[in-house]
């Protein structure tokens, strides 16, 4: 089976601007979750959706938004981008959503 | 709020050496707990724990779940360099895909 996938890999933006994430998962996994990951905070749940329905949502202000299609593919999309962004942000996928978890390789954000 | 806390924050060790590393949780209806290992790269699965007592072994690791004292250990027997990772410890509640991380270990196995 192949990984989970995220796209682009790498990506610089400025301030204000905005961002989408794209994070294909495993074959037949219907949940997506999305981490920040940053040396000070460690990693920290955004939100996870399942069935194209965001079932939990992390402590994240609303600029912070994603979706999933019907093929379990979920975006990610942080608008009005702030210095404080810029992390690696990490999906994952697993079958139901409270099992193991496998992580695609991120994409690392830097906003100047 | 659901909480997870790991300790030490850091370890140095040599090669040989065995090591413990710690991670207590508050979660709302408690379901399971993963360990997983963080290179330079995304992190990876190691091991699930949902029952107490029961220890889960992949060669030399292995690691245990109290769920009356709401914690978990996981050690690491004849350290080797290449076991020097950032290891994460996971906890979720039935609330399904609400999973909440510690801040990790920074582990470094020196030659």
């Known amino acids: 089976k192949a990984g989970v996938t995220q796209t682009p890999r790498y990506l610089i933006k400025t301030r204000g601007q905005q961002v989408t994430l794209s994070c294909s998962p495993i074959?037949?996994?219907?949940?997506v979750s999305w981490y920040q990951q940053t040396p000070g905070q460690g990693l920290q749940f955004l939100f996870e959706y399942f069935s194209e329905t965001q079932r939990n949502k992390g402590n994240f202000p609303g600029r912070f938004s994603g979706r999933q299609f019907s093929n379990s593919r979920s975006e990610m999309n942080v608008s009005t981008l702030e210095l404080g962004d810029s992390a690696l942000y990490l999906c994952a996928s697993s079958d139901q959503g409270n099992n193991e978890q496998f992580f695609g390789p991120g994409t690392r954000l830097t906003v100047l | 709020e659901d909480k997870v806390v790991q300790s030490p924050l850091s370890l140095v060790v040599h090669e040989g050496d065995t090591v413990t590393l710690n991670c207590s949780y508050e979660v709302t209806n408690f379901r399971s707990l993963l360990w997983y290992k963080q290179e330079k790269k995304a992190p990876t699965f190691l091991f699930m724990l949902?029952?107490?007592?029961i220890e889960k072994k992949s060669g030399r690791l292995s690691s245990i779940l109290d769920k009356k004292e709401l914690f978990s250990i996981l050690n690491i027997t004849a350290t080797q360099t290449g076991d020097s990772a950032v290891y994460l410890c996971?906890?979720?509640?039935?609330?399904?895909?609400?999973?909440?991380f510690g801040q990790g270990t920074i582990l470094t196995v020196h030659p």
């Open positions: 074959s037949g996994h219907r949940s």
């Open positions: 949902t029952s107490s007592g």
């Open positions: 996971e906890a979720g509640g039935t609330s399904y895909g609400k999973l909440t």
